[in-house]
């Protein structure tokens, strides 16, 4: 009866924090501030008394043992994961919102708009995906605009493509300083002609701007002392995560929790950072800054740096004003933040130390501290909770010294408080597994990556995300599966060998009753290395690009007309509902709103339509685009959907 009151005790914790977001949360909403603080600063605490308790308390053994330096080094790191966790709740205490100031101020410039300036940086992207950009770009609302295509591969072919939507070709000598140099060249030439612009605003060339993405982004330059205006990253298309799990619907892209949350968060204290794309910069502050920065691959971090250090403050724009392509590929996934990563080890390497004589603000300093241990903490420790069962089944080195009491005493309301006080504010962003796999599927190669940036000098080469490509095949991404599948069978046997042979694995008696607590981590790394083998599997895309759409259109076939409900839109294709008795193969049309009547062909019947294969003229297939990309919506899931996502996971499995 004792032993049942102590575990049933041990979950007071636990209670109290459940019991407290029922009270609080039903009828609340993320802008409550004062509810934003009280729940951060739970979580904080309940962070550090576990962290106190983890100390003091589960280290095992005495002196320098096996178990004891094992043990110490695991918390450690734990212990700096949770320094950088605290630091991110504390930003998350404070949000603003600029919908408002920009509002106010569209029209502050009076009778003459300011000279603005469009970017399009390129090096080695197909036509397909500069076309969606470059129809974007042509349909955008602001007057006083010139689009330029910086391009570094120095193509002929693009001369006459940006001749066809009014844009103008650029091109350099060199490739030096990559992107930022690219950008920093045609800005000296363009501040020698007579129309230099006033502001320029940056695009990847696979983001395509929506319409009223400068006037929205210029009104925010009212203040002089604004340097860079930064809008968030949406994606028209799932990333590899989302793609290979099918849960494209039901769960939103890696980048969301940033953009959407933790940008207008850091926008409160005056550190919003510049993210490249979807940006737009004071010409005067940064020609006083001598131009984009290059010491660091990622020049747009290092650029609101150096603006803040000159008086310039980068504000964030919360608004869905550009969407782009997400790395479809999973090697360019995992590329891309490896670059992420480096450019931020170099930069406090070389350039800015947040525990240096420079002169940065204390909110800057805490800023960069906080990046910094995000990307040298969260990973790291993401590999080692693989390898610390493991170090006990097959060595019996004991990692934590803990009873499962005492674990569900203190971890237990900690996590629980992540988990609640994380979803409310995001709308579901934050979930068990998937938020780790998206955190391992890159561990190894930013782990190599903090060791580069910190240790070496350099230079580091700027490797680019590449977009577009063949995606039609099934592709196992072997070279990034082998060490998930290596730790997946060793985790296996540290579960079975035991039991087959326990003559010679008496070492696993050692831990006592801390066994429930290894077994319990073991299984759920296990799920988490099958969930990240899958996404390794990467399943074709086909008909690219695409949204889902809901609106009525016009089919015509011969001399019958039918209202039909579109429900997928391509460039080059369609699927329609509320038709029936049509024959495979007949040609016909279908009219859609602001592009006309499209030729069509019917490809192939379905459970409730057809699918219909378009052919557009040139002129059409850029309605397509801009109708696709171009509306102010924003693309991509909302918010993370659990029943949606299981029946993703069983589709995912069934299909392999």
Request: proline share 5%; with cysteine; hydrophobic share 45%.
């Amino acid at each position: 009866m004792l032993v049942l009151d102590q575990d049933l005790s041990s979950f007071a914790g636990l209670a109290i924090v459940a019991g407290l977001a029922l009270l609080l949360l039903p009828n609340a909403t993320p802008k409550v501030g004062w509810i934003r603080i009280l729940l951060l600063s739970l979580t904080i605490f309940l962070g550090w008394r576990y962290m106190l308790w983890r100390i003091t308390e589960t280290v095992p053994g005495n002196g320098l043992t096996t178990d004891s330096v094992v043990g110490s080094i695991f918390v450690a790191i734990e212990a700096l994961s949770l320094v950088s966790s605290t630091l991110a709740y504390l930003v998350l205490m404070r949000r603003k919102e600029r919908h408002e100031e920009a509002d106010r101020n569209l029209g502050w410039w009076g009778s003459a708009p300011p000279r603005v300036d469009l970017y399009i940086a390129t090096y080695n992207e197909e036509l397909e995906v500069l076309e969606r950009t470059l129809a974007g770009a042509q349909a955008l609302d602001y007057p006083n605009l010139r689009v330029f295509v910086l391009d570094d591969g120095r193509r002929e072919w693009l001369t006459e493509a940006c001749r066809r939507y009014g844009a103008e070709h650029r091109t350099r000598p060199t490739n030096d300083h990559a992107k930022a140099g690219n950008i920093n060249y045609t800005l000296d030439q363009r501040l020698k002609e007579d129309d230099a612009p006033d502001f320029v605003a940056v695009l990847d060339a696979d983001f395509v701007p929506h319409r009223n993405f400068v006037r929205r982004a210029v009104a925010l330059f009212h203040d002089p002392k604004v340097g860079l205006v930064q809008t968030p990253q949406h994606f028209f298309n799932p990333d590899p995560i989302q793609h290979n799990l099918y849960i494209a619907s039901s769960y939103p892209d890696e980048q969301r929790f940033f953009f959407d949350h933790l940008e207008p968060a850091r926008d409160a204290w005056g550190v919003a950072v510049c993210c490249g794309t979807s940006s737009m910069v004071r010409v005067s502050a940064l020609r006083e800054i001598g131009g984009l920065p290059t010491d660091s691959v990622t020049e747009d971090f290092l650029l609101s740096i150096r603006l803040d250090s000159h008086g310039y403050r980068t504000v964030y724009l919360n608004e869905a004003l550009t969407e782009g392509l997400a790395p479809e590929g999973l090697h360019e996934y995992v590329v891309q933040r490896g670059r992420w990563c480096l450019g931020m080890m170099q930069i406090v390497r070389n350039v800015y130390n947040p525990l240096g004589f420079n002169n940065l603000r204390f909110m800057q300093r805490l800023s960069l501290l906080d990046s910094v241990l995000f990307w040298t903490t969260t990973f790291p420790f993401r590999l080692t909770a693989l390898v610390c069962p493991l170090l006990y089944w097959f060595f019996g080195i004991v990692v934590v010294n803990a009873s499962v009491p005492d674990l569900i005493s203190y971890y237990l309301p900690y996590y629980a408080a992540v988990l609640i006080s994380l979803n409310w504010i995001s709308g579901g962003l934050i979930w068990p597994v998937l938020n780790d796999v998206s955190q391992l599927i890159a561990a190894w190669p930013i782990t190599r990556a903090v060791a580069m940036g910190l240790l070496t000098k350099g230079p580091h080469k700027f490797r680019v995300t590449a977009k577009g490509g063949d995606r039609t095949r099934t592709i196992v991404q072997w070279p990034m599966m082998k060490p998930f599948a290596v730790l997946f069978a060793l985790t296996v046997l540290g579960l079975v060998l035991p039991l087959l042979f326990p003559e010679h694995f008496g070492h696993v008696a050692k831990a006592g009753d801390g066994i429930r607590i290894i077994l319990f981590w073991t299984l759920y790394n296990l799920l988490v290395l099958t969930v990240t083998m899958l996404v390794c599997v990467e399943r074709p895309r086909v008909n690219r690009p695409q949204r889902d759409s809901v609106e009525m259109a016009l089919l015509s076939v011969g001399m019958q007309r039918f209202s039909s409900w579109v429900l997928e839109l391509g460039v080059d294709h369609a699927r329609v509902r509320g038709v029936s008795h049509l024959p495979v193969g007949v040609m016909g049309t279908i009219t859609l709103a602001e592009v006309g009547d499209v030729a069509i062909r019917v490809s192939a019947e379905t459970s409730d339509g057809y699918h219909l294969s378009l052919r557009p003229t040139p002129e059409q297939r850029d309605g397509i685009l801009r109708k696709l990309h171009t509306a102010d919506v924003r693309p991509g899931a909302g918010r993370g959907d659990i029943p949606e996502m299981v029946r993703g996971w069983m589709r995912s499995l069934v299909s392999r």
